[in-house]
């Protein structure tokens, strides 16, 4: 079977079976020999290519998340709501003093403030909790072989192997390789680190001869913030604020890259939300995360710096008011445009509770909405009258109350 009809049947979901999954299986086993030349001419050791593919088996279930990002796809106030609650804003608090000596260190070095740096761990592993599940070499020679950008794929699985041949990386742990895991896309560590920005921009913070990302906190926001530094990040400079836009302001057009002199904005009757003038700033883009009738944003060059690390708007706003929060911020003044609100994950945990004392099989009360949840979701809505999408909103936590 042709490779690409075979990734469009593991996206569809439509490999149940026993011959089609047979015949995936040959077809990985055949391109994991034909890419052991141009894992060598990558810089990886032939015979730690044999090691690390060594009973390999494929993952197809990675193929079909590739067009699934939650960045994309989720409404922008379920995205915050669940990304920064209060809960994460503590916890983050709370680790900016108890790594206050690490973070003055690197924002010496780096020139990122604390706050910035300890907002994308919060935001992409809970400050450490969750570094993902799935098994980096597995998940990545799967996506290098099967299903679209194979090429991106296999530079990154090529990338692991050589941290892992160089040291920095162990997998002589009892669970060996298996058990360096990450994301289904291959970020792993305190920060999520792609293996190729890895390889480029790790630092060894705390001296001990070896970039672990995994391990050391330390080596894990020193080289988070020399991501920032080499993105553009510009010391002291804000990433935005919240603004006020006056009425029939002319927003098309606008967006984060259609930067104006803030003297621009303020003659056309930009202010912050809180009313006092815009200040002395660079030139700033105006960011409507969810359109003119939702917060509205100037956003600078740090804001781009932030993009950087992950390319959706919605995520670098995430890190950007998490950011906000650490420092004693208040939440956003201006609503977002919907009369159902999203969820912190406090209250998604509560929302799961609900459903499984209804009699749902939900799994793990975990606050994670995974598609246990969403089914049981759905099943509820459709008893209460509700549109059956799934969605986990405050009017249904407030009806299952």
């Known amino acids: 079977m042709p490779s690409i009809l075979w990734a469009a049947l593991a996206a569809a979901g439509l490999l149940a079976a026993p011959s089609l999954r047979a015949q995936g299986a040959d077809e990985f086993q055949t391109c994991l020999k034909t890419l052991k030349d141009d894992a060598r001419r990558a810089g990886v050791s032939a015979a730690g290519y044999d090691k690390f593919t060594d009973g390999l088996q494929a993952d197809l279930s990675v193929v079909k998340l590739l067009d699934d990002q939650p960045e994309f796809k989720t409404p922008i106030w379920d995205y915050l709501a669940a990304l920064v609650d209060e809960q994460r804003v503590a916890d983050g608090r709370a680790l900016l003093n108890q790594h206050k000596e690490v973070l003055d260190k690197v924002a010496q070095r780096f020139g990122v403030d604390a706050a910035t740096v300890v907002a994308v761990w919060g935001v992409e592993s809970d400050y450490g909790r969750s570094f993902g599940k799935r098994p980096l070499l597995q998940s990545l020679g799967t996506l290098g072989c099967f299903g679209r950008r194979q090429a991106y794929f296999r530079g990154e699985w090529f990338a692991l192997m050589r941290l892992i041949d160089q040291g920095d990386l162990r ?231």
Do not use: C
């Open 171 to 401: 997998i002589d742990g009892p669970q060996g390789a298996a058990g360096l895991v990450g994301s289904w896309a291959g970020a792993f560590g305190h920060t999520q680190f792609m293996p190729s920005t890895y390889q480029r921009l790790a630092v060894d913070f705390d001296a001990d001869g070896r970039r672990d990302l995994v391990a050391s906190i330390p080596d894990a926001l020193a080289s988070t913030a020399n991501f920032l530094d080499k993105a553009g990040w510009r010391t002291g400079e804000p990433w935005g604020f919240e603004v006020k836009l006056p009425e029939g302001l002319d927003t098309k057009g606008q967006g984060r890259k259609a930067k104006k002199p803030l003297a621009e904005w303020a003659q056309a009757g930009v202010k912050r939300v809180d009313g006092k003038p815009l200040g002395e700033g660079g030139p700033a883009g105006l960011l409507l995360p969810a359109g003119p009738k939702g917060p509205a944003f100037l956003v600078f060059r740090n804001f781009d710096a932030i993009y950087g690390y992950n390319a959706a708007e919605s995520y670098a706003l995430a890190i950007a008011h998490l950011a906000d929060r650490l420092r004693g911020g208040s939440p956003f003044a201006t609503a977002w445009p919907t009369d159902d609100a999203g969820l912190s994950r406090a209250e998604r945990r509560e929302l799961q509770t609900l459903l499984a004392a209804k009699g749902h099989a939900i799994g793990e009360i975990d606050g994670m909405l995974g598609a246990a949840t969403r089914a049981a979701i759905k099943a509820e809505q459709q008893r209460l009258g509700f549109a059956a999408d799934g969605r986990a909103g405050q009017k249904l936590l407030k009806a299952l109350r």
